[in-house]
């Protein structure tokens, strides 16, 4: 009878789309509108996840050896609907055999409305990572100031990231970059060494020989990679290795 009383006060108050909801019969307004309301006036508590996480992460914790400074536990998922049990709750391993990195815990409530849960649990590892200390603009000759570092888990970081950022200093972004995303090596590219148009000193190496002539850049070149370069001397068009600013080197064959 209380009960039916509460309803009838809240859907007198109810929202006018609610009211109507209900002549039409559809249940989703209903519950969103009453089943909080009805919970609370029933007794109903759920059960804290918190405490259920740290429950099964110290069970978890008897079955490993200990963490390292970069290891951490992820537990979960864990529902979030169960009613509070009035009884402490016992934490057990599901099954002795379980996998190096990972268990599954059981949580059992042992009460008149009892109730268990599995929650898996598993290790994962930690790495300092680099990120963008800001928006970062295509062709960039990034400097420290540019970088910064986090400790991220290992399970979401890109291929190719990077965990130093001496590893990204003097390199050039080869595409935008936005502020707080990872660096990855697909996203830089060595400063050019030599650029299109620019003079250059051509060395070759002659029979232990080393000869240098005056040359002038065809193309822009990346530190050792090829370029190709006109000998001014000859005016020959040939190719090189670029191998410092201004310095291309002239494989003989």
């Excluded at 888990?153 to 590893?167: H, M, N, Q, T, Y």
């Amino acid at each position: 009878m209380a009960r039916r009383l509460l309803v009838n006060s809240i859907m007198q108050s109810a929202p006018k789309f609610c009211r109507a909801a209900r002549l039409r019969r559809q249940a989703l307004c209903w519950c969103v509108t009453l089943l909080p309301l009805l919970a609370a006036a029933e007794g109903f508590e759920r059960q804290d996840v918190k405490q259920l996480e740290a429950l099964a992460k110290t069970e978890a914790a008897l079955q490993f050896p200990p963490l390292t400074e970069r290891q951490r536990f992820l537990v979960g998922p864990i529902d979030t609907q169960l009613q509070k049990c009035q009884r402490p709750i016992r934490p057990m391993v599901a099954s002795a055999m379980h996998m190096r990195d990972r268990v599954t815990i059981e949580l059992i409530c042992e009460e008149a409305k009892s109730w268990h849960i599995y929650v898996p649990v598993r290790i994962i590892g930690t790495s300092p990572v680099v990120v963008a200390a800001h928006a970062i603009v295509a062709g960039t000759v990034l400097k420290a100031a540019d970088l910064k570092v986090e400790e991220r888990d290992l399970s979401e970081l890109p291929l190719g990231f990077l965990d130093d950022p001496a590893i990204a200093v003097g390199l050039t972004a080869s595409r935008p970059i936005a502020g707080g995303a990872y660096l990855t090596n697909q996203q830089l590219m060595a400063a050019k060494a030599v650029q299109r148009g620019q003079s250059v000193t051509l060395i070759a190496d002659a029979g232990g020989v080393s000869v240098r002539m005056a040359g002038r850049a065809l193309s822009d070149g990346l530190m050792n990679q090829r370029v190709r370069v006109q000998n001014l001397s000859s005016g020959k068009v040939i190719e090189g290795i670029a191998r410092s600013e201004q310095v291309v080197e002239i494989i003989l064959q």
